[in-house]
Nanobody, 119 residues
């Protein structure tokens, strides 16, 4: 099994910054990618940022230029640096890991962490 433990969320003022971390443990081999999703109240969960096993990154347009995803392979940890936060970034943020099990890709989720951007 895979365990994903996220850092605590926070209340942040607009324009502020916050870094989320997600530590993976357990059966963390054959990783396809790791990423961050978010779900705002009343909305569907959406992909925010993803980093592949090879280090390639991709972002949703709404966060490009403000958020940066990175990974520390030695610590099996993925980070999401969030700058210039906006009220519309308010959501529960979930860490996700995809890994190959044979020809099948399995998906694993963290418990979610609440980010509130408000003055």
């Amino acid at each position: 099994q895979v365990q994903l433990v996220e850092s605590w969320g926070d209340l942040v003022q607009p324009g502020g910054s916050l870094r989320l971390s997600c530590a993976a443990s357990g059966s963390i081999f054959n990783i396809k990618d790791m990423g961050w999703y978010r779900q705002a109240s009343g909305k569907e969960r959406e992909l925010v940022a993803v980093i592949s096993g090879g280090g390639n990154t991709n972002y949703v347009d709404a966060v490009k230029g403000r958020f940066t995803i990175s990974r520390d392979n030695a610590k099996n940890t993925v980070y999401l640096q969030m700058n210039s936060l906006k009220p519309e970034d308010t959501a529960v943020y979930y860490c996700n890991l995809h890994r190959w099990v044979g020809a099948v890709v399995t998906s694993h989720w963290g418990q979610g962490t609440q980010i509130i951007v408000s003055s």
